[in-house]
């Protein structure tokens, strides 16, 4: 008899009706999406909202960037391109490096060299994309990729290429799906290039459009204040943040995430490094989900929101997206917390050590 296993096969299998995508597709999936909503109970009751974490950091290369790539390698593929180019703050140059690797394309990642999480890094090159490390920020990174890709037979994989952000979009079906019929009031995300917030609108209202669902949220965008070129709505020279994933000045999605705020009465907001490594300290300790700290943001804004009667979020169901894992950046963590030092290794230190 044949062996049956009932298994989710990644995004574009499931989602597949509002991709696009052929049937007869040869589809690059690591399996990507069905991540957990999970409910925030320390922070809601602390803050009187009702909170859910959407856990992307549940994905394979462990951030969102894998919904976008699973579609922009798969489309790449279609295209017959021979190799794959991106920019990148760290996550898409692991993703892309991880997708690259399975669709056997070329990749190259340019990367700033000082300022990228050491897990990231070692994730590009353990899946043997071709590194380039430059002396200069991720915006600096971009506009060269852009003009190689303009000048050459390279597939871009940034989120101006438009199937990132189809792909990514899945993630507001999957949180519509699994808060059944409960209305949404408001998604709170980090923002950086400021495709992920463009890709969730679209598919808030693509469901929309489909009757699927009966509620548009408001969309809350979150910056760090070094980085907050959507806040002061200006290009921001030289960013900075500890949050190095969104360390960026320029967004290039800046016009549609600009729409996606208006549209849905949303917001934007900073955060200092001081607010973010807060947030991302209680998301561990209170909560047991450790993410990157550019991915605590949204969770420090609601913080602000609620501690500084900005806006009314008194039982408003929200959803916070968490969009990297903890272990890419453990360096700060340990540049910021202190291990203990060690002690003998026989059972009475340790057991007087305990001391319960
Ligand atoms: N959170 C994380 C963990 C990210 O890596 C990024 C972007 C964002 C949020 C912001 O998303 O750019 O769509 O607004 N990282 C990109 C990268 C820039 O190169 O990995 P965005």
Redo the contacts with the bound molecule.
Sequence with gaps: MKLVIKMWKGLINKYKKYLPVKNDQKIITLNEGNTPLIKADWLSEKYDFDLYLKF?GANPSG???DRGMTLAVTKALEENSKAII??????????AAAYGARSRLKTFVV?PKAKIAKG?LSQALIYGAQIIPIKGN?DKALEIVRKLTEKHALTLV??LNPFRIEG?KTAAFEIADQLKNNELDILA???????????YWKGFKEYYNENIINYLPQMF?FQAAGSAAMVKEKIIKNPDTI?T??R?GN?V?RDK?RNAMEESNGLFDSLTDEEIKEAHYLLASKEGVF??P??A?PVAGLIKLSKENKKDLTNKKIVAVL??NGL?DQEFVLDNYSLPNSIEGDFKTVENFINI
């Design positions: 992307e951030s969102f960037k991106c920019a990148s703050t760290g996550n898409t140059s692991a993703s990367v990231k991720f940034n989120s990514q995300l980090p923002v950086g290039n400021a495709g992920n917030i463009t890709a965008g949050a994933a969104i960026i967004p999605n995430a993410v990157e550019a991915s943001t969009t990297g890419k």
